[in-house]
């Protein structure tokens, strides 16, 4: 079963200008985890921020994690179409017996045009 | 560039069939999972080995099976194919116990379409 819900599921934004993902998840975790993926193949590891952190940069990514909440963003600043992709939340669920188990979302398409 | 291969790319099987993909690890890697990934949705966790043990499972049936050697590689193996297990198999290698925390490296996947 899925733990995250992203949303949107589909956006599309012209060059330059920034996109926002929202994840949310339903159980506590130890950390948050964001994956981008080309057209149905291999996950690429964006960024992990973990239940204590609150915010975390790297490059043009930005996330957020508000546990409170149960939710956490990723901004893309100053898109380029070659950021076209599917990203996804995964959520490392704390303790359980599946050790380093990810629990993926069902992913926001992301469309960057020219 | 993860450093993660996976073969085959493409694989057509027919119902009832069995099948192996096979996976490469980074090198040092002593952790490698598997995913399932059906079109349009999110990968789901089939299970994890660590030093060649398994150490978790997702909900899957006992038909899918693995192994991991000690050369860094391991295998996913499923029995009886049905048509509902047509998706992309992802591996996914880390270092260390795979603690939650880790990040893992995934491999490109193999496409599997059974008919």
């Known amino acids: 079963s899925q733990q995250g819900e992203e949303d949107p599921q589909a956006l599309s934004i012209q060059e330059g200008e920034n996109a926002t993902m929202n994840c949310s998840y339903k159980?506590?975790?130890?950390?948050l985890q964001w994956y981008r993926q080309n057209s149905g193949r291999g996950l690429v590891h964006l960024i992990l921020i973990r239940s204590n952190e609150r915010e975390k940069h790297s490059g043009r990514l930005r996330v957020t994690l508000d546990t409170s909440k149960k939710s956490s963003s990723l901004l893309i600043t100053a898109s380029r179409a070659a950021d076209t992709a599917s990203y996804f939340c995964a959520t490392g669920n704390a303790g359980g017996t599946s050790y380093g188990k990810l629990t993926f979302g069902q992913g926001t398409i992301l469309t960057v045009h020219p | 560039e993860t450093g993660v291969t996976q073969s085959p790319t493409h694989l057509i099987k027919t119902r009832g069939q069995q099948v192996t993909l096979r996976c490469s690890s980074q090198s040092g890697h002593n952790t490698v999972s598997w995913y399932q990934q059906a079109l349009g949705q999110g990968p789901q966790f089939i299970f994890q080995y660590y030093r060649e043990e398994e150490n978790g499972r997702g909900n899957f049936p006992p038909r899918f099976s693995g192994l991991q050697f000690p050369n860094y590689s391991s295998e996913l193996n499923v029995n009886a194919l049905e048509l509902d297990d047509s998706a992309l198999y992802l591996c996914?290698?880390?270092?260390?116990?795979?603690?939650?925390?880790?990040?893992?490296?995934f491999g490109p996947g193999t496409r599997l379409t059974v008919l």
């Open positions: 159980t506590s975790i130890n950390n």
């Open positions: 996914a290698s880390s270092l260390a116990r795979g603690r939650v925390g880790d990040t893992q490296y």
